[in-house]
């Protein structure tokens, strides 16, 4: 599979900032990762979407360990790009970042029309305080405009109310749904 951004573009192997860094996810981190995924569970469940089951339940340490190499393979095929959401001291494991493009079998989704990739992430629950997530968003989103390639990125589920993003992959209701895009 091909990438989704230009051979050119250089990855950002690592971004700080004042609440948080950002470096690429790898089996390095599978203690953390798997524990942080426990403790919020219930609070990422469908982070992906509403009809994505991850994390399931039953999730085993390896299970999450060959997630991990998976991501760290995608990141250096430049398929896709998934980050660990590292403290700026690098103390706690905060939770997870993935730039990803948008893939779909649908003949007219709209999806790709209106964004060039989509960006999920989730944090602990147990570091989730002072706004820290509005802030990582905040800080995330300025980051993928100023450094990464893209024209526009969606967060569904954030910036695009899953319904929304549901109806634009399969081209239904095409007014409506542009003019809540744009809207935006």
């Known amino acids: 599979m091909s990438s989704f951004i230009s051979a050119d573009f250089i990855i950002p192997e690592h971004f700080i900032c004042q609440s948080f860094q950002l470096k690429p996810l790898s089996p390095l981190f ?50 896709s790009f998934a980050y660990a959401i590292l403290s700026p001291d690098d103390g706690h494991y905060l939770g997870c970042l993935y730039i990803m493009p948008i893939k779909s079998i649908e003949e007219n989704d709209l999806r790709k029309t209106f964004f060039n990739a989509q960006a999920f992430f989730w944090i602990n629950t147990s570091y989730n305080k002072n706004n820290l997530e509005q802030n990582i968003f905040t800080e995330i989103e300025t980051w993928l405009k100023e450094i990464w390639p893209f024209q526009k990125v969606a967060f569904p ?24 895009v744009l809207q935006s």
């Not at 403790?39 to 992906?48: H, N, R």
């Not at 109806?167 to 209701?173: A, D, I």
């Open 157 to 180: 589920g954030r910036t695009v109310a899953w319904e929304i993003w549901e109806q634009l992959e399969k081209g239904s209701r095409i007014q409506k749904i542009t003019e809540n």
């Open 30 to 79: 599978a203690a953390e990762d798997f524990i942080a995924i426990k403790l919020s569970e219930k609070e990422i469940k469908y982070v992906f979407g509403r009809a994505h089951e991850w994390p399931t339940c039953d999730l085993s340490f390896d299970d999450n360990y060959n997630d991990l190499v998976r991501h760290e393979k995608e990141f250096n095929e430049r398929i």
